[in-house]
């Protein structure tokens, strides 16, 4: 057990996803101590949901002076320069310049503890790649982790990988290596529901796709069994409600030659 809080900077914070899980873990030793985000609807969220407002400074920008102190940095930047639905732009796309705006106040900062994380495909970014040789330049281990929420019973695949560093210290060494314990078995977190029991309103028509669309885009939607216990979903994007491919799922409550109806989830039971 720590006798102090690790202070934490939650960079590209969006809705607090990382703050929400130390919510979730009361005896975890981490307490965020600044957050960083662009987007005003977002930081709304933060707020109400965590009572700290995040430093809308844009982090291409940003200086040194503006970061606190502290102990762990994590970090969610932006995933389209190397998602593999986008044109994967890498290190050149404008959006992978804040994260890399960061990098260059690792020596300065040296936190005793980073995490990154992104979509599948960005460990085989040039982007990656820089981090990888600042974090061993700087004298931290590293691990290279890829989870995905259905290792947890979450009826949805969002496929992840994280870069887990830590650099030892002469009293992190005492106190135990975070790389070693920072996996706990998931069947300590697996989530028991199925598909139906996250959705709220399954017989509603308000959510229903027309039958012409269905005919015309069902060969590329990703249409599946509403009551099937092993359906899974795929991850939603913020098109969805527009995208008719890899947008994510839509479901189908009638038998499969029948496909019909196909609905949209709602925002409340994606929500959920």
């Not at 291409?60 to 994590?74: F, N």
């Amino acid at each position: 057990a720590q006798d102090r809080k690790i202070k934490a900077i939650e960079f590209f914070s969006g809705v607090g996803a990382f703050s929400q899980a130390l919510i979730s873990m009361p005896l975890c030793p981490i307490e965020v101590v600044a957050a960083f985000d662009q987007n005003p609807e977002a930081n709304r969220v933060y707020l109400h949901n965590h009572g700290r407002e995040p430093n809308t400074k844009n982090l291409v920008s940003v200086k040194s002076e503006d970061i606190c102190a502290s102990d762990l940095w994590w970090l969610s930047p932006p995933c389209t320069p190397y998602s593999i639905r986008g044109k994967r732009r890498d290190d050149e796309d404008p959006r992978s310049q804040a994260f890399l705006r960061l990098l260059s106040f690792l020596p300065q900062a040296l936190p005793q503890y980073l995490i990154v994380e992104n979509v599948l495909g960005f460990e085989s970014s040039r982007t990656f790649v820089m981090l990888d040789r600042c974090l061993e330049k700087y004298g931290y281990r590293r691990r290279l982790v890829r989870l995905c929420s259905t290792d947890f019973g979450v009826p949805m695949r969002r496929p992840r990988v994280f870069m887990v560093a830590s650099r030892q210290t002469g009293e992190s060494v005492e106190s135990g290596d975070f790389l070693d314990n920072i996996l706990p078995p998931f069947s300590e977190y697996r989530d028991p529901r199925s598909l139906t029991d996250y959705l709220t309103d399954l017989e509603s028509p308000a959510y229903d796709v027309d039958p012409e669309t269905v005919e015309r885009y069902r060969h590329i939607m990703n249409i599946v069994d509403a009551y099937d216990p092993e359906t899974v979903l795929i991850c939603f994007t913020r098109g969805y409600y527009r995208c008719k491919l890899a947008g994510g799922s839509l479901l189908r409550f009638g038998d499969a030659e029948a496909l019909l109806p196909v609905r949209y989830i709602s925002p409340v039971d994606i929500a959920r």
